[in-house]
């Protein structure tokens, strides 16, 4: 059974970079399928910020596609997104998930998802 | 960006209860549509895909019905473990979108 599990800091000064990883155990990464970042902001809707399949491919949500690099580690079976020049609207619960064999497929897995506070 | 509309935000029921909420999407998503359930400080859980297709191991007192705009989900006879907030997300179009959530509790 897939299971993952985001990291990274929970704490992000205003202007610098989020960055954050998603550990994958029980699949690889190279089997195949697509592998997103969702965000919710308190008291907001869930966000898509992007996807990548194994191949490094990627795509984003255009209001966040500047500012978003998703990559794909298949060695450590982990993929990660940054997200530079951040502000308090990107304070959120970051969450990753597991697509299918193409982008336009239901997550099928989620992981726990995590709290960033970006405050100075 | 297609929409995507949910209602009611939150509902009240009972143990036994029959539950249904709707998702309405701004402009024809065919079938491409899925079913989430969130509990508190859980991760959100695959219950429904392609509108209507029940995901492997889900109770089948959950369903979901529709095309094109107009989408339900109804719970049949509302159990305890069911307490939490549900979603729908359309992935016929990107930007994948979701809707606002329903959060369900008793009464």
């Known amino acids: 059974q897939v299971q993952l599990q985001e990291s990274g800091p929970g704490l992000v000064k205003p202007s610098e970079t989020l960055s954050l990883t998603c550990d994958v155990s029980?699949?690889?990464?190279?089997?195949?399928?697509?592998w997103g970042w969702i965000r919710q902001p308190p008291g907001r809707d869930l966000e898509w910020i992007g996807s990548?399949?194994?191949?490094?491919?990627?795509s984003d949500n255009p209001p966040l596609k500047s500012r978003v690099t998703i990559s794909v580690d298949t060695s450590k079976n982990q993929f990660s997104l940054k997200l530079r020049s951040v502000t308090a609207a990107d304070t959120a619960v970051y969450s990753c998930?597991?697509?299918?064999?193409?982008?336009?497929?239901?997550?099928?897995?989620w992981g726990q998802g995590t709290l960033v506070i970006v405050s100075s | 960006d297609f929409q995507m509309t949910q209602s009611p935000s939150s509902l009240s029921a009972s143990v036994g209860d029959r539950v249904t909420i709707t998702c309405q999407a701004t402009?024809?998503?065919?079938?491409?549509l899925s079913w989430y359930q969130q509990k508190p400080g859980r991760a959100p859980k695959l219950l429904i895909y392609?509108?209507?297709n029940l995901e492997t191991g889900v109770p089948s007192r959950f369903s979901g019905s529709g095309s094109g705009t107009d989408f339900t989900f109804t719970i049949s006879s509302l159990q305890p473990e069911d307490i939490g907030t549900y979603y729908c997300?359309?992935?016929?179009?990107?930007?994948?979108?979701f809707g606002g959530g329903t959060k369900v509790e008793f009464k």
């Open positions: 990548v399949h194994h191949s490094g491919g990627t």
């Open positions: 998930a597991r697509h299918g064999p193409t982008i336009l497929d239901p997550f099928d897995s």
């Open positions: 997300q359309q992935y016929d179009h990107l930007p994948l979108t």
């Open positions: 402009q024809d998503i065919d079938k491409y």
């Open positions: 392609d509108a209507s």
């Open positions: 029980g699949y690889s990464i190279t089997s195949g399928y697509y």
